[in-house]
Nanobody
Framework: VQLQASGGGLVQPGGSLRLSCAASGSISGSKIMGWYRQAPGKQRELVAS???????NYADSAKGRFTISRDNVKNTMYLQMNSLKPEDTGVYYCNSISWGNEVVWGQGTQVTVSS
């Protein structure tokens, strides 16, 4: 399975963006899918994850503002980001961990929050 992230862009503080991560095949074999952010000069960090039955986990910085979801029919994962802040700026990567613990990464999409 290959992953293609999209939906990033430039947005003002307080704005919203919806990221998508489209898989080339079925994501039913992905026990966990997640969104990670890498800010300039920082390590990649987990933003949110969702497992195969829809249970979610969020970084403290994302709680109450971001919503992760997955559509196992469309083979796509989403990250709805509201009330964006400058510190949300970075390259957002999606990933998938299979039941066999194979990890696949998408290519990343840039999110810039600035006035």
């Amino acid at each position: 399975v290959q992953l293609q992230a999209s939906g990033g862009g430039l947005v003002q503080p307080g704005g919203s963006l919806r990221l998508s991560c489209a898989a080339s095949g079925s994501i039913s074999g992905s026990k966990i899918m997640g969104w990670y952010r890498q800010a300039p000069g920082k390590q990649r960090e987990l933003v949110a994850s969702v497992n195969v039955v829809g249970s979610t986990n969020y970084a403290d910085s994302a709680k109450g503002r971001f919503t992760i979801s997955r559509d196992n029919v469309k083979n796509t994962m989403y990250l709805q980001m509201n009330s964006l802040k400058p510190e949300d700026t970075g390259v957002y990567y999606c990933n998938s961990i299979s039941w066999g613990n194979e990890v696949v990464w998408g290519q990343g999409t840039q999110v810039t929050v600035s006035s």
